[in-house]
Every structure is written in structure tokens, then in C-alpha cells.
């Protein structure tokens, strides 16, 4: 392999490859987590979606499946969080990865137990503060990225947040091939970090019926919207999101009621819980009410989609890269076929000179 391609974040990681698979809800799965761990890449395991006395199993699922280092992913400011912690640490996870409403205490656990701290970004003074509260690696994603997602493109965004932080910056949003990788190492990142392409393949669990809504998808298919939580997020064009975007503020309050009962329904948190982080994330995002009262509708029209096998009635995050993907290998074959290409990308680069 190409010396170009073992960068700081395999150093500091312990793998062989400078590929991160990102964590999503109802998809990450510990079958992907490990697929992807053991084709040299590192996976993370999505804890967002799943009551937090669940992630004990599945943490201990994945060691089952691999020996090799992975993450776990979760949201600090959800009911539950300090449970996770707690068993992360207790397994020695290798990473944990987080985005909104950083917690102090919990990052300098993490820190404490040798757990390496990678949150992501969408913004370079997110990125700046989250290393000055311990981050050890930052997911910088553009705007290309799928479910929340900002406005800045990844190829300008990126090298921007290189220039302003020390520590290694992986590329996310709009990746899915080595020369995507190769991209990202001119911009200065250490790596590439994909959540679309790792979606679309085997060890997915999503069901067929929705796979084939990506995959009739053009890039012009796949929008930014705020009507799914009030958010702007990046999805694939369905019958759903027609009705969202053309629903009067009272439709959308009274899913967003539906939503929130739904979800507490599938988290099993008291309710008391579920308000203190609500309102934890709303002063950490600055949120209006109407986006706090919103928030459950993504996991629960996501699951729709990604559980249920429902790619009209669900909400489908995306990638604007998904407009170009059209087959579903497994993740070693893809983490296989991005290196392959990076390299000969790279001779090809070096012939030319």
C-alpha cells in the first residue's frame, strides 16, 4: 500500500486504513461495525436509536465478530448517555464519536480511560471547540453529507478546518471512492469518513424495498430539507417529504406530538428524561421551540424507512453521493475497491509529473 495512504489517523487508531464508517441509526449494526473493522477500516456503532441498557450486548456483539479497534457513537445529551459512557469505558472501546451538546465531564472520562475523543463537525469554530474540549480527531462534514447536514461544501470546508486545528481532520460528505480518498488527502484530511456508501451494501440492514428508492435516485433527487425536525437534513426525494414541505405549521406540530410518543415509546425513557434533553439540546443547538418539538420525528421516519420497509411513508437520509451509487457489495469489497483505486489514482498523479 502507498505510504500516502498510511496517514496519522491509522497511526493513532490502529488500523490499516484511513476509512471511517459513520454511524447510523437502525443501520450500523455490529455485522457492519465489524465487516468494516475487519477489512481494515474502523467502524462505529450506532447507539442513538437503542435503549441505553441495550448497548452492553451489542458492544459485546461486535468483540465477538472482531478483534480489531472500533467505535461506539452516541448522543451525549440523550436519556441514558452517562449509562453509555459508563459501558464504554467499562469495555474499552477504542473510540467514541458524539456531535451535538459536547459534555464536558463525559469527554474528560473518556480521556481519563485512554478512549480516544472523535466528534463531528460542520462549522470551523465547531471544530476548534470541540478540540479545545479534548477532541482527539475531528469528522469534518460538508455540506454533501447525508441526514444533518450544513451549507458549506466538503472541498472548502475541510481544508479550513485543517488550517485552523492540530489534530487529524477526516473528510466527510460526498465519499465513496479512492479517488474521493485522494481528494481528501490534497485537502489535508487524514482520512474519509462515509455513512451513504456503507448503507448501500450487504451488510445493511435495510430492507430491499428502500434500497431500490436510493438506487433509482439522480444526484438532483437528493435535497436539503427542514420540515423532517425542523433541521436541515439531507434526504432523498419521497412521497413524505412532498407532504412535509407543502403541510401547514399545525400538520407538522401534530406529527411531531405523534413522533414524540413514538419515541418515547422506543427509547423507555420517563418522560422527565426525555424533556431535560430536549431542552439540553435546544440551548446547545440553539434551537427554536418548534425545532425542540420536531426533533423526534427523524428517528422515528427514519426508522420508517430503514426498519419497516416503508420508502414512501419514511424519511431516506442521504448523501448526495447516493445519486451515483448503483450496487450493494459488502463493506470489505468497498473499503477494498477505494484503496485499489486511491493507489493507482496516486501512480497515475506520480506518472504524470
Known amino acids: 500500500m502507498s505510504s500516502a495512504l498510511h496517514t496519522r489517523l491509522c497511526e493513532i487508531i490502529g488500523i490499516r486504513h484511513p476509512i471511517i464508517q459513520t454511524a447510523m441509526g437502525w443501520i450500523a449494526t455490529p455485522e457492519m461495525v465489524a465487516a468494516c473493522c475487519n477489512a481494515g477500516a474502523i467502524g ?122 492540530d489534530v487529524p481532520v477526516v473528510a466527510a460528505g460526498g465519499f465513496r471512492d479512492g479517488r474521493g480518498l485522494v481528494a481528501a488527502l490534497a485537502f489535508g484530511a487524514a482520512g474519509i469518513a462515509m455513512g451513504t456508501r456503507f448503507l448501500l451494501t450487504s451488510e445493511s440492514p435495510m430492507p430491499a424495498e428502500t434500497a431500490e428508492r436510493y438506487f433509482a435516485a439522480t444526484v438532483n433527487d437528493i435535497l436539503v430539507t427542514s420540515e423532517v425536525d425542523g433541521m436541515p437534513q439531507r434526504v432523498v426525494r419521497n412521497e413524505l417529504v412532498h407532504r412535509l414541505e407543502s403541510s401547514n405549521r399545525l400538520s407538522l406540530l401534530l406529527r411531531a406530538l405523534r413522533s414524540a410518543l413514538q419515541y418515547r415509546k422506543l427509547s423507555g425513557a420517563p418522560l422527565g428524561e426525555l424533556i431535560r434533553s430536549a431542552l439540553a439540546m435546544q440551548s446547545s443547538e440553539k434551537m427554536s421551540r418548534s425545532q425542540m418539538l420536531m426533533a423526534a420525528n427523524a428517528p422515528v421516519l427514519v426508522r420508517k424507512a430503514m426498519i419497516e420497509g416503508d420508502p414512501v411513508g419514511g424519511v431516506l437520509p442521504s448523501g448526495t453521493v447516493a445519486g451515483v451509487i448503483a450496487d450493494r457489495p459488502g463493506c470489505a469489497e468497498v473499503i477494498e475497491r477505494i484503496v485499489s483505486e486511491a493507489e493507482h489514482t496516486l501512480e497515475a498523479l506520480a506518472e504524470s509529473k
Open 44 to 165: 462505529f456503532l450506532a447507539t442513538a436509536t437503542v435503549k441505553a441498557e441495550e448497548v452492553d450486548a451489542l458492544i459485546s456483539r461486535v468483540e465477538a465478530l472482531t478483534e480489531r479497534p472500533f467505535g461506539v457513537n452516541f448522543l451525549m445529551e440523550a436519556p441514558g448517555a452517562e449509562l453509555i459512557v459508563d459501558t464504554i469505558i467499562r469495555h474499552g472501546v477504542k473510540a467514541a464519536s458524539y456531535a451535538r451538546a459536547p459534555n464536558p465531564e463525559f469527554i474528560k472520562r473518556f480521556k481519563d480511560a485512554g478512549i480516544l475523543c472523535v466528534p463531528t463537525c460542520g462549522a470551523v469554530r465547531h471544530a476548534q471547540k470541540a478540540v479545545q474540549l479534548g477532541a482527539d480527531i475531528v469528522i469534518v462534514q460538508g455540506g454533501e453529507g447525508g441526514g444533518h447536514t450544513g451549507s458549506v461544501p466538503t472541498s472548502i470546508l475541510v481544508p479550513q478546518v485543517v488550517d485552523a486545528i
